[in-house]
């Protein structure tokens, strides 16, 4: 399958990785705190799946990491 996500979605799942990892989050524990199903952050985290963040999804887990939801954009456009 193709991956179709924009370079500027692949940038910000990988940083919402490193974060999550940083702080010594699993995936399936990152998808509860957000409400979601357990294998919410696996799909969007997989590169063979085309799911990605939405704004809300970037806001709430800034509020799980305790950051700004910059954090999680390039200094500049890709």
């Not at 699993?26 to 919410?40: H, I, R």
């Not at 969007?44 to 939405?54: D, L, R």
Request: a positive charge; aromatic letters at 8%.
């Amino acid at each position: 399958m193709e991956n179709s996500l924009a370079e500027i979605e692949k940038y910000i799942i990988q940083r919402v990785r490193v974060i999550r990892k940083e702080r010594g989050l699993t995936q399936e524990q990152l998808s509860l705190k957000l409400d979601k199903g357990v294998g919410f952050i696996g799909d969007i985290e997989s590169p063979s799946k085309k799911a990605k963040y939405n704004v809300k999804h970037l806001n709430e887990i800034a509020k799980i990491f305790e950051c700004s939801p910059k954090d999680f954009w390039p200094e500049k456009p890709l």
